[in-house]
Nanobody
Framework: QVQLVDSGGGVVQAGGSLRLSCVVSGRTASIYAMGWFRQTPGKGREFVAAITWDGLGKYSADSAKGRFTITRDNAKNTMFLQMNSLKPEDTAVYYC??????????????????WGEGTQVTVSS
């Protein structure tokens, strides 16, 4: 089994930066990819970015391109999301997630079966 603990959220002014972390424990060798999603009240989870565990594949939502960078440090079993130039519309609970099958469309929610508990990001204007 795999467990995820995400952290790093907080309150930041528009234009600021935050770095989210997701620490992975358990059977990491079974992971195909990791992703970040976000959710606001009354809406479903929205894809932000994903990275294959070997680091060779990266995927980003249009809203994240040019501002957010996803990386992973396999030696530390940790995935990161560096978020720059934050906007008020980036305010959400951010969740990390793990996928275990090599499939296309890693922006789909149903590709992921293990989730962190979420970390709140609030961007003030």
């Amino acid at each position: 089994q795999v467990q995820l603990v995400d952290s790093g959220g907080g309150v930041v002014q528009a234009g600021g930066s935050l770095r989210l972390s997701c620490v992975v424990s358990g059977r990491t060798a079974s992971i195909y990819a990791m992703g970040w999603f976000r959710q606001t009240p009354g809406k479903g989870r929205e894809f932000v970015a994903a990275i294959t565990w070997d680091g060779l594949g990266k995927y980003s939502a249009d809203s994240a391109k040019g501002r957010f960078t996803i990386t992973r440090d396999n030696a530390k079993n940790t995935m990161f999301l560096q978020m720059n130039s934050l906007k008020p519309e980036d305010t959400a609970v951010y969740y990390c997630a793990a996928a275990f099958r090599a499939e296309k469309d890693m922006d789909r929610l149903d590709r992921y079966s293990v989730w962190g508990e979420g970390t709140q990001v609030t961007v003030s204007s």
